[in-house]
């Protein structure tokens, strides 16, 4: 199976930083990635897919990059409804799997 | 209006047994295929299941492979998870999830864009 190490496991950053969170596959994914937003109590919210597409309706400030194991998700200026937690998820082979999650919080 | 609403869920004792339903609407459920994810309490999302649009493909996570069986009735827009043999750490919500894909050079991408709110099911005596 393939195991996804996401990095930090927190973070806690001001409104406008810019925050960068890392996804790592134990195996190349080529580009099937795909990272979701989770607010407490609430279902993921897909953000981006194939590693850099942005899902419609989601916001320009989230972008997405790497290929192979490496991967990153980046918040070029953190808003106020930001402040969640993320989870990338590989999509090459089954079983399916996410990563640890990340979560971003005030400072 | 893509909507999914999952339910069935509830306590129970480990040992026992729960059908969970999803209900799908504002989208043709039967050219989808579909998944269903857990979260157990303050911990991350783990994938379970997934079924293909004629249910001829179908997989499943090691932890639940044997005890959980997913099906899907397209005439009824629904998705089911049946879960036996329930244990402690099966306490959890439970998410249904529509798969979608793009294409790219050829590749297909998979990806969850819509979720069920999700449903708790709890295991304990």
């Known amino acids: 199976d393939i195991q996804m190490t996401q990095s930090p496991s927190s973070v806690s950053a001001s409104v406008g930083d810019r925050v960068t969170i890392t996804c790592r596959a134990s195996?190349?994914?080529?580009?099937?990635l795909a990272w979701y937003q989770q607010k407490p109590g609430k279902a993921p919210k897909l953000l981006i897919y194939?590693?850099?597409t942005l899902q419609s309706g989601v916001p320009s400030r989230f972008s997405g990059s790497g290929s192979g194991t490496d991967f990153t998700l980046t918040i070029s200026s953190l808003q106020p409804e930001d402040f969640a937690t993320y989870y990338c998820q590989q999509a090459n082979n089954f079983p399916l799997t996410f990563g640890g999650g990340t979560k971003v919080e005030i400072k | 209006e893509v909507q999914l609403v999952e339910s069935g869920g509830g306590l129970v004792q480990p040992g026992g047994s729960l059908r969970l339903s999803c209900a799908a609407s504002?989208?043709?459920?039967?050219?989808?295929?579909m998944n269903w994810v857990r979260q157990a309490p303050g911990k991350g999302l783990e994938w379970l299941s997934y079924i293909g649009t004629s249910s001829s493909t179908i997989y499943y996570a090691h932890s639940v492979k044997g005890r959980f069986t997913v099906s899907r009735d397209n005439a009824k827009n629904s998705l089911y998870l049946h879960m036996n043999s329930l244990r402690d750490e099966d306490t959890a919500v439970y998410y249904c999830?529509?798969?979608?894909?793009?294409?790219?050079?050829?590749?297909?991408?998979?990806?969850?864009?819509?979720w069920g709110p999700g449903t708790l099911v709890t295991v304990s005596s």
């Open positions: 504002g989208f043709t459920f039967r050219t989808y295929n």
């Open positions: 999830a529509r798969e979608s894909q793009a294409y790219y050079g050829g590749t297909g991408y998979l990806f969850f864009d819509n």
């Open positions: 195996q190349g994914l080529g580009s099937w």
């Open positions: 194939a590693a850099s």
